[in-house]
């Protein structure tokens, strides 16, 4: 009967420990998944001052030279942004310009991108700019056919190591004018990345 009692006063023992040994590790487990989900949410970005701006200067034929679209990225304040951190599109119909800084912006600093327009002989590009600079686009202004229809553009600004969309906004604009869509034979106008400067 004693060997009997003593074999049976093992189990509740061996029960104990197993369920602390399962507590143990189920903490383990939602404090591994936790931490993850804490990570994660550090890598997001942080950039409450960082702001985008789009402005139009319209035009009419044969006035191309006063066309151009202005895009200004300003750091407000807060943290430096590094250089790799941060991609801008500007969509009119399927044809897009995208804009990336080849240096940190540092709090209060601004760069800027270009679109203007240029016709078939190359003499509407505004005196202050060039089209060899690495944060203009020179598109082609002409008939209809070489630009979407639609009156307005979608500009947004990505946060590229999580993917987040920062800002995102569609534009209303005048409809005479944008982004070249088309391509004639003597013409080499494609989709463009350029730098802010």
């Known amino acids: 009967m004693n060997k009997s009692r003593d074999e049976r006063a093992v189990t ?17 487990v939602i404090g591994v998944f936790a931490f993850g989900i804490v990570d994660d949410l ?10 985008l701006t789009f402005e139009e200067e319209p035009a009419s034929k044969p006035d191309y030279a006063e066309f151009r679209w202005e895009l200004e990225l300003t750091n407000k304040g807060g943290e430096t942004v590094d250089a790799d951190e941060i991609v801008v599109h500007l969509d ?11 240096r940190s912006l540092r709090p209060g600093e601004t760069v800027e991108l270009t679109v203007v327009h240029n016709n078939q002989a190359g003499d509407t590009i505004p005196s202050d700019l060039n089209c060899t600079d690495v944060n ?12 979407p229809d639609d009156d307005q553009v979608r500009l947004q600004m990505i946060h590229e ?3 987040s969309i920062l800002y995102r906004e569609t534009i209303g604009i005048s409809g005479e004018y944008g982004i070249f869509n088309g391509n004639p034979s003597d013409i080499d106008i494609t989709d463009e990345t350029l730098t802010f400067a």
């Open 42 to 51: 550090g890598e997001k970005p942080t950039f409450a001052a960082l702001e």
């Open 92 to 102: 009119h119909g399927d044809q897009r310009v995208t804009g990336t800084l080849n």
């Open 161 to 163: 190591p999580s993917e």
């Open 12 to 28: 509740p023992a061996v029960g104990i420990v197993l369920m602390v040994a399962i507590t143990v590790v189920l903490a383990g």
């Open 136 to 147: 203009v686009a020179c598109r082609l202004a002409g008939d209809e056919d070489n630009y």
